[in-house]
Every structure is written in structure tokens, then in C-alpha cells.
């Protein structure tokens, strides 16, 4: 019984990945390239995967991350191999391309090629933090889809590349919040190391205290409790009240104290609590944490069965947006959210019409997958 409790963590590690929604991103370059290359990003927006003979341009790193559609991800990867193919083995550009066609080939959930072009990648700028982070995520998506066995062969190596990324790369705080991740909230005989994670977010702080109190909070509700938790984010978000990250973490460490509670009252009160925080982290720029925040608001609805129609309302304005981000919710997983509130009101037909959807989009979405099975057999 304990092997299989260890091993459910295990894979629970490996699902959960870079999976914090509310951390801040790092928009890091690969490589180093010149003020004139710097411009020309700029110039562009990020919105195309480009090289130079000095490598990367700044912005495409996150393009490739952006991108969203298969179509576009398919369209990425050809574009990209063509202009591997063009370019002389040994050439600056040719590492950049490896890191760019890890990423894409992960969010393709291949992860053979993630982990091929990750490894020489990394090969080919060693002393890029960003090439070793991306390289860590493609590990822990070989973790992810290879099983318990691969899950433990692995995870030694994905500390180590993620260790280095942020060896090289101090600033990169989305690798340091993985770490921290691990080593708090994983169990001791795995490899976590609570009092580690407190260090790590100790230095944290020293670069972004913000980020690093929402992970203590998080930590804290994790190791002692749901209210310790949500204590430690209200002084966060007093402390910084303009800042949108910590009312996100508190309005999730909100609603789950939420599920603690016996009576009724309590927790409708705890989730109207968790909707002001998640309001208030709308309060910002249309970026990531306002998407999260968003359909964080509809989810608190669908879970827990109130006001869908407002639900309803709050996933049309995501899908009006249509953000992109790798740790937003797809479009895919919009149309299962709308089918499950179809299901709720009892309109099966709108339900199948939306999980169907949600399958279009997104074909390997396990949970519309799920739904249309269930409702198509009622």
C-alpha cells in the first residue's frame, strides 16, 4: 500500500510541473544577441520565431511558448526543422533552434523529440539558463507520459537541469518556483526538503518578494494548514495590495479553506471571499494573471454549483479574449468547463455540443473525453 501511495505522488510531481498558474513567468532569452537584434525584437512583438547569426531574439522563446493551436504548433515545428536543416552543424543558430523545437515539440505532447532536441540544446549553450530550464521540462515531460519508472529514473536528472538553469540564471523565478515546488510539497522519502524550500524561497525574496510570499503562504497552508495558509496570504496581500499575483494565491488558498468547512454558510462566505480576491487580481493589465483570475472565477462557480449562468458569462469573456500563454487554459478546456455547466442546468444536448467541442480543439483532453463518454451513455 505504501509503494502505491508513493507512487501516485510520484506522478502526481510529474502531472503537476511548472503547473503553479499563478507564478510569474520568465521571459528570459536563450542566447545573448546584440542591441541591434534587441530592436528588431521589439520591432516584431514577438510575434515570430526568428534567429540571427548571434542566436535567439529575445521574444522568441516566448512565442514559442505562446503559440497555441496544433495548427500553428505543426506549422512552428516545420519551419523550424527546414531552418535546421539550412543551417551548418556547429552554427551559433543551431542550439536556439534545438531549444525552440523542444518547446513546441512538448506543447505537441511529444516528448521523444522535446527530450532529443532539449538534450542538444543544452549540449550546444551550456552556459544558458533558459536552454537547461526548457531541457528540465522536457525530462519532466518524459517523466509524465513514461510511467512510475520513469518518473523515478528521471527525477534526478530534471533536479539537476533545473538546478543548473538557475545556477546560470539566478532571475529565472519560474525555475526557482519549481524547486521550491518539489522540495515543499514533496514528500521527504522522494527527495522534498521543507526546510530547503523555506532557503530557497529565502533568496527568493532577495529578487522577488511578491512571488516568493505567495509560494510561503502556499507552503505553509500545505504543511500546517488551510487557515495558517490563508493567514500568511492576507498579510502578503497587505502588505502589497496592488499586486495581482497575491490576491490570486489568496483567493485559491481562500476557496480551498473552503472545502474544511462543514457548514454551508461558512463556505458560501469563503467563496464569495475567494471571488473578491480573484476580482481584485483582475484589477491589473489583461495578462496572464487576469486570464487566471478570470477563469478562476468561473471554475469557483462550476466546482461548487452556483451562479452558472455567470459562469457561463465569465468563460465567453476568455474565449472573447482568446489568451495565449502556456499556463492558461486552453480553448479546449473552455468548451468542457461550458459543458459541464450545460450538464449542471440539465441541457444534455448543449452539453454534448461543448464536450464535443472541447474534443476538437484539444483531442487528448482526458476530462472532455470523460464527459462525453458519461452523458452519451445516459
Known sequence: MNWIRITGVVLLLVLCVGSWRWMA?????????????????????????????????PASLEAARNLYEPAEL????????????????????EGALHVLLSVVAR????AEAALAHGRRGAELLPASGDAHHVYSRAIAEQMRVGGMMAAMKNMEPWLA?????????????TARSEEIFFLGFIPKLLGGNPD???????????????????????????????????????????????????????????????????????????????????????????????????????QLRIDHEFDLDTAQDLLDDYLADLPRGEM????????WRKGQIHALQGDKDKARAAFAA?????????????????????
Open 161 to 173: 537541469e533545473l538546478r543548473m538553469s538557475i545556477d546560470l540564471d539566478p532571475s529565472n523565478v
Open 25 to 57: 513567468q520568465s521571459s528570459a532569452a536563450v542566447v545573448e544577441v546584440s542591441d541591434e537584434d534587441r530592436a528588431l525584437a521589439a520591432e516584431q512583438g514577438g510575434l515570430e520565431l526568428s534567429v540571427t547569426l548571434e542566436g535567439l531574439h
Open 74 to 93: 505543426e506549422a512552428a515545428r516545420e519551419a523550424l526543422v527546414r531552418a535546421l536543416k539550412d543551417t551548418p552543424r556547429g552554427a551559433t543558430d
Open 328 to 335: 492558461l487554459a486552453s480553448v479546449g478546456r473552455i468548451h
Open 196 to 298: 530547503l524550500a523555506k532557503d530557497r524561497i529565502a533568496d527568493l525574496a532577495s529578487m522577488d518578494e511578491p512571488t516568493a510570499l505567495g509560494l510561503e503562504a502556499t507552503l505553509v497552508g500545505h504543511l500546517e494548514d488551510a487557515v495558517a495558509g490563508c493567514e500568511s496570504s492576507a498579510a502578503a496581500v497587505q502588505k502589497y495590495p496592488a499586486h495581482t499575483g497575491l490576491a490570486l494565491t489568496h483567493g485559491i488558498l481562500l476557496e480551498r479553506l473552503a472545502a474544511d468547512k462543514e457548514s454551508l454558510e461558512e463556505k458560501s462566505t469563503l467563496y464569495n471571499q475567494a471571488d473578491g480576491e480573484f476580482v481584485r487580481a483582475m484589477g491589473g493589465e489583461r495578462d496572464g494573471t487576469f486570464h487566471r483570475a478570470l477563469y478562476r472565477r468561473a
Open 358 to 378: 472541447a474534443l476538437e480543439f484539444e483531442p487528448e483532453l482526458a476530462e472532455a473525453t470523460k464527459a462525453l463518454k458519461e452523458i452519451t451513455a445516459e
Open 107 to 110: 506543447r505537441l505532447h511529444d
